[in-house]
């Protein structure tokens, strides 16, 4: 975990300086801000591998931030928050956020999914491999996704996603194996993050083709059709 570079985000001074130290802990090399204006500052003028995004604070809450980032960058989010609701979660997923985590929480947690969310957002880096289907490509090692050969923006958990169903053409996948594969731990929140993160990703990749290619098994999962 050398060099890799974290942003907290978070109005409570002492959340902020309890996190950091876990972090750096591991060796991370850790920023803070305390706005939501602050963050968007530091994102523009940093280059960070992963940020942890407080959903209440002042000068721009996180769902707005975190709309903002997805504009333009796939930079790993993990929203926290004292809220528990299942609807702020799934919100969270449709603005772009790959994870979630509910105050109050254990820092060893909240480490533990960050090296996670790291390391799989970085898995394939280094290989040459190409996954091709008619009008899609997946380049792994750039983590892109070319429709008709125009790229489209993934967040990272919609690239892993949208791979592991690839790299499993024609097997159905319930929604707990997609849990397990894609976020890598026992994941705090229910099926509907994975249906969230389907709808958003065939909307991504133009809902008819979307459909074509991630195909719902009622009462299953998913499947991902190649031959479509």
């Known amino acids: 975990m050398n060099q890799v570079k974290i942003l907290i985000a978070d109005d409570e001074p002492r959340l902020r300086q309890l996190v950091r130290l876990y972090l750096e802990r591991e060796g991370m090399t850790v920023e803070e801000a305390e706005t939501?204006?602050?963050?968007?500052?530091?994102?523009?003028?940093?280059?960070?591998?992963?940020?942890?995004?407080?959903?209440?604070?002042?000068?721009?809450?996180?769902?707005?931030?975190?709309?903002?980032?997805?504009?333009?960058?796939?930079?790993?989010?993990?929203?926290?928050?004292?809220?528990?609701?299942?609807?702020?979660?799934l919100l969270g997923f449709e603005l772009g956020a790959d994870d979630y985590v509910v105050k109050p929480f254990s820092p060893r947690e909240l480490v533990a999914r960050v090296k996670a969310l790291l390391r799989r957002s970085r898995m394939g880096k280094g290989s040459r491999e190409e996954l091709k289907f008619p009008g899609l490509t997946i380049d792994v090692a750039a983590r892109e996704v070319r429709v008709e050969g125009e790229k489209i923006n993934l967040t990272p958990k919609e690239f892993e996603l949208l791979?592991?169903?690839?790299?499993?053409?024609?097997?159905?996948?319930?929604?707990?194996?997609?849990?397990?594969?894609?976020?890598?731990?026992?994941?705090?929140?229910?099926?509907?993050?994975?249906?969230?993160?389907?709808?958003?990703?065939?909307e991504k990749l133009g809902r008819d083709r979307g459909q074509r290619y991630i195909v719902t098994v009622w009462g299953v999962g998913y499947k991902f059709d190649a031959g479509k």
């Open 36 to 89: 939501g204006r602050q963050t968007l500052e530091k994102i523009r003028s940093g280059n960070f591998d992963l940020l942890i995004l407080d959903i209440m604070m002042p000068e721009g809450d996180g769902w707005s931030v975190c709309r903002e980032v997805r504009k333009n960058a796939d930079l790993p989010i993990i929203m926290l928050t004292a809220r528990g609701e299942e609807l702020d979660r």
């Open 163 to 202: 791979l592991f169903l690839a790299r499993h053409a024609g097997q159905v996948m319930s929604r707990e194996k997609i849990l397990e594969q894609v976020w890598g731990y026992d994941f705090y929140g229910d099926l509907r993050t994975v249906d969230t993160h389907i709808k958003n990703l065939r």
